[in-house]
Nanobody, 120 residues
Framework: QVQLVESGGGLVQAGGSLRLSCAAS????????MGWYRQPPGKQREWVAT???????NYADSVGGRFTISRDNAKKTVFLQMNSLKDEDTAVYYC??????????????WGRGTQVTVSS
């Protein structure tokens, strides 16, 4: 069983910063890509950023230049540093991990989400 647990969400003023963390635990062979998604109120879940096991990153256009994704492979943790936050960043943020087992099969795992609220 694999668990992803997010932390670091909260209420912040526009222009402020927050740092999200997501720690993976359980029966893990290899963690491939890790990423963050978000679901704004009344909208569908959307992709925010991804980081590969080797550290290559990709960002949605809406957050590029403001958000930074990073990871600590030894601690099985991914981070999302969010700066210059805007009202439209308000959402539930979900951690995602693509985990490979010893047979080579890949599985998708999700955290339960952490609320980020930006007030103007």
């Amino acid at each position: 069983q694999v668990q992803l647990v997010e932390s670091g969400g909260g209420l912040v003023q526009a222009g402020g910063s927050l740092r999200l963390s997501c720690a993976a635990s359980g029966s893990i062979y290899v963690i491939e890509d890790m990423g963050w998604y978000r679901q704004p109120p009344g909208k569908q879940r959307e992709w925010v950023a991804t980081i590969t096991r080797g550290g290559s990153t990709n960002y949605a256009d809406s957050v590029g230049g403001r958000f930074t994704i990073s990871r600590d492979n030894a601690k099985k943790t991914v981070f999302l540093q969010m700066n210059s936050l805007k009202d439209e960043d308000t959402a539930v943020y979900y951690c995602n991990a693509k985990i490979r087992d010893f047979t080579g099969r890949k599985y998708d795992y999700w955290g339960r989400g952490t609320q980020v609220t930006v007030s103007s």
